[in-house]
């Protein structure tokens, strides 16, 4: 249907983008150190002020119309777009899109004629509105070859076990990436898992499993394994490490860095308690405070309020421009990753942990 005030004349044409988890970041991550050098557009070679531009990945598992864009210019201007659909952070399925118009797309970068560009754009805006079930499109064949899961089994991605987690499911691995990851396909995973691998750009499942966990509170990677302790009763799995049991040891690290091999708990009682005095130059950890009311904060999972980092904790009080800013003094912390964060004061801790001779003082207390 015609947008009313929109020139009748109008073009719909498909642009490509690649790679594509590139051109989710660059539309979506406010992390201000991504790697965007390799992002490329593919456009058709002319276009009029007004055309809408449907960007399309073309080299996800999934291709996926990530946005859909306009400008103010014809081909010969300099660039210069305006959102006019989405972005779709997870993408919105090419298959479910081509399902609704009844005719596959042709590939980027192409022109539609006026009365196919209008129904795409149609479909896009139905689509966005209410998604396509993806167990309606199964394009890797998970509900056509679904088998049932042995009994006592858990969700590979989050780990929930099978009585918490009532279903789980087979998830087929196309990835050669994931294959070598987990040695064998299919995983089994729980029904919230694998709607979340079924979004057109979705993470692949080691990155979706990595997700449930911390970043590094050192150098914020984010493929950290989890530390299982004494003898379980099947093998660890792959991102798992299995320690033997130290009972001499006052803190059990629960995470180990694959990065740079930090090792540490989520439990913040594993810490000790800082003087009231401290160098500035101690390194402590504290967690990142939620965001104030009011403030809009895109979601960054390095950036994400109550995750724990470490490094110098550096409060700013009010100073010269205090009226300007207001008078609240600001809990810097000076990561060792070399990022700024505003960290929970009542949170900041030594990053040693404790000893049995510094633990038993404080036991039953606070
Ligand atoms: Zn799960
Ligand atoms: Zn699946
Ligand atoms: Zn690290």
């Not at 298959?95 to 022109?111: D, F, H, K, N």
């Not at 499109?137 to 998970?142: F, I, T």
């Amino acid at each position: 249907m015609p947008v009313p005030g929109q020139s009748e004349e109008r073009r719909v044409h498909l642009v490509g983008v690649a790679p594509w988890r590139q051109a989710v970041d660059f539309y979506y991550n406010p992390d201000d150190d991504l790697d965007l050098d390799d992002l490329g557009f593919t456009f058709p070679a002319r276009w009029a002020a007004g055309d809408l531009f449907v960007v399309v990945t073309t080299d996800s598992p999934s291709p996926a119309v990530i946005v859909v864009e306009t400008t103010h210019h014809d081909s010969s201007d300099p660039d210069s777009y305006d959102q006019y659909l989405g972005p779709f952070d997870h993408g919105l399925s090419v298959a479910a899109v081509e399902r609704r118009i009844g005719t596959p797309l042709p590939s980027a970068p192409a022109t539609l004629d006026t009365a196919s560009g209008e129904r795409l754009i149609a479909a896009i805006s139905a689509e966005e509105k209410s998604p396509t079930p993806w167990r309606e499109l199964d394009e890797r064949g998970c509900v056509a070859h679904s088998e049932p899961v042995e009994p006592y089994s858990r969700c590979a991605c989050c780990g929930e076990w099978a009585d918490e987690a009532p279903v789980l499911e087979n998830h087929v691995l196309v990835d050669t990436q994931e294959l070598e990851f987990f040695g064998y396909g299919p995983i089994v995973v729980c029904l919230t898992c694998h709607d979340l691998l079924h979004r057109p750009l979705a993470p692949s499942s080691d990155d979706l499993m990595f997700g449930f966990r911390p970043l590094c509170p050192r150098c914020s990677a984010m493929r950290t394994c989890q530390v299982v302790r004494g003898f379980p009763a099947g093998p660890p799995g792959p991102g798992t490490l299995l320690v033997g049991c130290d009972r001499s040891d006052p803190v059990t690290f629960e995470y180990r860095c694959g990065a740079c091999e930090y090792e540490w708990t989520d439990d913040d009682d594993g810490y000790q308690p800082l003087p009231a005095e401290f160098d500035d130059d101690v390194v402590v950890r504290a967690r990142i405070a939620p965001i104030p009311d009011g403030v809009y904060r895109p979601y960054s999972r390095t950036g994400e309020p109550g995750r724990v980092v470490i490094g110098r904790y550096a409060p700013r009080g009010p100073g010269p421009h205090s009226a300007a800013w207001g008078d609240a003094i600001h809990h810097e912390l000076v990561g060792q990753d070399g990022r700024i964060y505003l960290v929970d004061p009542t949170t900041v801790r030594s990053a040693e942990p404790h000893t049995w001779e510094t633990r038993q003082p404080w036991t039953g207390d606070i």
